[in-house]
């Protein structure tokens, strides 16, 4: 009776090791947060009406 709980256990860490591995693997890849360049010239503004939106400004 104990074999093929055993059998079963070790499919189930063999699954969840795999899946530990690729989510690493994944986040590395593409998870660190690709952030944009800092633009170098200032936004224009014509009278009200900037040229990004408010939300981005930084203040």
Sequence with gaps: MTGPIVVVLLLLAAVTLLGVIGTVVVVVRDGRGRVPAERSDRPWMAGNLPSVP??????
């Design 54 to 59: 408010y939300s981005l400004w930084r203040f």
